[in-house]
T-cell receptor
């Protein structure tokens, strides 16, 4: 079966750095996505990786290793507004998105 | 450009009833995907429509069905509602199924009593 694993919850301090990991086992691979979802709101797109390596976008970076079935989302200079759930999703060989259960990130002052 | 809209935003139904949810994608987007979201389960893929054709389907019973119209608007129908169908139903639109990004609507919160 297809599976995406990410930690259920993480806690970090304002101003610090946090890394959210995602491991996957899917039927084929056509890209990995990270989305942010604030409580009661719809998910919003953060990043997309299809080749190995690091993609940087402001305070957020996403890394992919296809051989290891592994990705991480790195958030720097954490702000209180970064408190949200972070969803990892992989597009499989049928171009269907398979989603992880999400990581709830709690930022403390 | 207007975002993805979903109606209604909130809905309360009783077991055994049926419900229809609507999704209007971003103008020009031809792909609409539907998801069910429950606490702890994450997003579960229901189906994807592209140019009025169902292109992908998740592992949901036949009580869940959908369709897409020529203007790309999509509807999702759930018949014979069960308590376990209580969830947030999200639709997402993209220019194509291979697009980098999906844009989500605000969702319809369905409560089955």
């Amino acid at each position: 079966g297809q599976n995406i694993d990410q930690p259920t919850e993480m806690t970090a301090t304002e101003g610090a750095i946090v890394q959210i990991n995602c491991t996957y086992q899917t039927s084929g691979f056509n890209g990995l996505f990270w989305y942010q979802q604030h409580a009661g709101e719809a998910p919003t797109f953060l990043s997309y990786n299809v080749l190995d390596g690091l993609e940087e976008k402001g305070r957020f970076s996403s890394f992919l290793s296809r051989s290891k079935g592994y990705s991480y989302l790195l958030l720097k200079e954490l702000q209180m507004k970064d408190s949200a759930s972070y969803l990892c999703a992989v597009r499989d060989s049928n171009y269907q998105l398979i989603w992880g259960a999400g990581t709830k990130l709690i930022i403390k002052p | 450009k207007a975002g993805v809209t979903q109606t209604p935003r909130y809905l309360i139904k009783t077991r055994g009833q049926q419900v229809t949810l609507s999704c209007s994608p971003i103008s020009g987007h031809r792909s609409v995907s539907w998801y069910q979201q429950t606490p702890g389960q994450g997003l579960q893929f229901l189906f994807e429509y592209f140019s009025e054709t169902q292109r992908n389907k998740g592992n949901f019973p036949g009580r869940f069905s959908g369709r897409q119209f020529s203007n790309s608007r999509s509807e999702m129908n759930v018949s014979t509602l069960e308590l376990g169908d209580s969830a947030l139903y999200l639709c997402a639109s993209s220019a194509s199924g291979q697009a980098r990004e999906q844009y989500f609507g605000p969702g319809t919160r369905l409560t089955v009593t």
